[in-house]
Nanobody
């Protein structure tokens, strides 16, 4: 069993910053990717950023230079998303995601509960 517990998020003015964190617990295997997705009203869920178990990162083009994803040095199963220079277009429900390679079973995927991030004046 795997649990993803998210924290952070909320309401912020345009140009402001927020930090989201996600702690994964349970049966976590070493080969994994932690990431953040978001779903804006009327749109499909999309990848915002991800980080592999060896630290390779990937970002959606529109957040490059503004968002930073990182793993906690003490607990590699905790991932954070620092969001700077937020715009109203970043308003969405943000979800933590874990993909992991389970030996002899293949890739499994898990989701956090999702938290609203609203950028508005």
């Amino acid at each position: 069993q795997v649990q993803l517990v998210e924290s952070g998020g909320g309401l912020v003015q345009p140009g402001g910053s927020l930090r989201r964190s996600c702690a994964a617990s349970g049966n976590i295997f070493s080969i994994n990717v932690l990431g953040w997705y978001r779903r804006a009203p009327g749109k499909q869920r999309e990848l915002v950023a991800s980080i592999s178990y060896i630290g390779n990162t990937e970002y959606k083009d529109s957040v490059k230079g503004r968002f930073t994803i990182s793993r906690d040095n003490a607990d590699k199963n905790t991932v954070s998303l620092q969001m700077n220079s937020l715009t109203p277009e970043d308003t969405a429900v943000y979800y933590c995601n874990l993909k992991q390679d389970i030996p002899y079973r293949g890739v499994a995927e898990y989701w956090g509960q999702g938290t609203q991030v609203t950028v508005s004046s």
